[in-house]
């Protein structure tokens, strides 16, 4: 396995696989590596012959008041899981390489879809996220690109980029890995205390109950979100910041009636930890 933060480097490996007619997969990620990230890497390696793994913190795409400083990095212990996996390339670039000639301001606008929901909570952060996503398409090339369903909206947003703007890529969405608890991995759950951590279980719950609300025959999206809003509410360390149900396949049109498509997002805050999930509903 080799670990570069040369650009030219990551193209040129890229660029050999391809010469051969190898496929190149691509799993982005921001480090902090856990079973959900390796989920990715693991599809990566069934389907393509050159794996590449991205270390990167994207300050782009954190607020002001974010956690960029503070936001988990360990790269010496990514290396060791990319390299037991099977990965062929790390990229770890630093920040100078990617962002060099940032002072120009040039970015990729995400559009509608980048002011709803995650969005409205977090102003820029898609707009840093689509800059981010182009810029590593642009170094890899053609390639298969492996994004977890656990940033759905990202997903989305990711998905039309490509589509709009003709990346030669072509994104995979996977399924969200969880604790046994239920919770979805995140590299956020190491600030949770273990009260914090015990609490943060109820988005999961809050999900599951507008699962199962939708399950006994309840079409209403309202009546699904509230049953979702009082399983967070019930939770004294927990605060919602949004509790919504979207229509999958109408680019995320917040839906009055559950159909097929439908799925149910939350963000919320348990402590100072802002932690997001998503379920698909079932169908009607
Ligand atoms: P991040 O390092 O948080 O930017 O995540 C990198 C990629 O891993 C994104 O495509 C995430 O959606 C995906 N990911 C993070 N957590 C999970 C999880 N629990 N299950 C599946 N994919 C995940």
């Not at 090339?141 to 490509?162: H, N, S, W």
């Not at 003709?166 to 190491?190: H, K, L, T, W, Y």
């Amino acid at each position: 396995m080799e670990v570069t933060g040369k650009v030219e480097r990551l193209r040129e490996v890229c660029e050999e696989a391809r010469a051969t007619g190898d496929r190149v997969g691509f799993v982005p990620t921001m480090g902090a590596l856990h079973e959900g990230h390796l989920s990715l890497v693991r599809r990566a390696r069934e389907e393509a012959s050159l794996v590449v793994l991205s270390v990167f913190v994207n300050p782009l795409q954190f607020g002001p008041k974010e956690d960029y400083r503070d936001y988990p990095r360990n790269l010496a212990a990514d290396v060791e899981m990319a390299e037991k996996e099977g990965v062929d390339v790390v990229f770890a670039p630093d920040e100078e390489v990617m962002y060099e000639d940032e002072g120009t301001g040039i970015a990729v606008d995400p559009g509608s879809l980048g002011d709803v929901l995650e969005g409205a909570s977090r102003p820029g952060h898609f707009r840093g996220v689509c800059t981010v996503v182009a810029k590593l398409f642009n170094m890899m090339g053609p390639c298969r690109a492996y994004f977890g369903e656990k940033d759905f909206q990202q997903l989305v947003i990711v998905r039309t980029m490509v589509r709009n703007l003709d990346f030669p890529v072509e994104v995979v969405g996977c399924p969200i890995v969880r604790e046994q608890d239920g919770i979805a991995m995140s590299s956020r759950n190491a600030y949770l205390s273990p009260d914090e951590r015990r609490a943060a279980t109820c988005l999961y719950r809050a999900l599951t109950r507008g699962s199962d609300v939708v399950a006994h025959g309840e079409r209403d999206a309202n009546v699904v979100k509230a049953e979702m809003a009082r399983v967070i509410g019930a939770e004294p360390l927990a605060r919602i910041e949004y509790v919504a149900v979207v229509d999958e396949t109408r680019q995320f049109a917040e839906t009055e009636r559950i159909g097929e498509g439908s799925r149910a997002l939350i963000a919320a805050r348990v402590g100072t930890t802002r932690l997001i999930d998503n379920l698909r509903l079932p169908r009607p």
